[in-house]
């Protein structure tokens, strides 16, 4: 659970995703927190989870990733970011394509991943980004 009071952060935001999962968890929720350095921390928790469960974020950048770091290049300017989570062993590049050819196939796009297997029905990632 966030402490309101932690140090360092200016701005949170909260946002119960139940409703868009409910046929897959008993709670989904988003919790977005900002620092003064830039730094922004995004942490997703769902409950009621008996099966793996994917994180991802589409991206133009150049990915490079080391375990539960990458690093996201574009325009000579790097994003850093960090999977804190214990369910999580290492991030993953995949395509971002659709299976059919009938969608839009994301050209020039690719996916950060990472794959959480559930503790207990839960699962938490935990994902920091800093320039």
Known sequence: ??????????????????DAYKEQVRSARRTVMLQNDSMLTVMDELDGI???????????????????????????KTLNVEMTSDEVEQFEITTA???????????GFTMLTATAKPLNGKVRFWVTLKP
């Open 97 to 107: 394509s659709p299976p059919t050819e009938k969608e839009n196939q994301n050209e």
């Open 50 to 76: 008996s099966e793996p469960v994917r994180w991802g974020m589409m991206t133009a950048a150049k990915i490079e990733v080391s375990g539960k770091k990458a690093a996201l290049t574009r325009n000579k």
């Open 1 to 18: 659970e966030f402490d309101d009071k932690a140090e360092g952060f200016v701005a949170r935001a909260v946002v119960d995703m139940t």
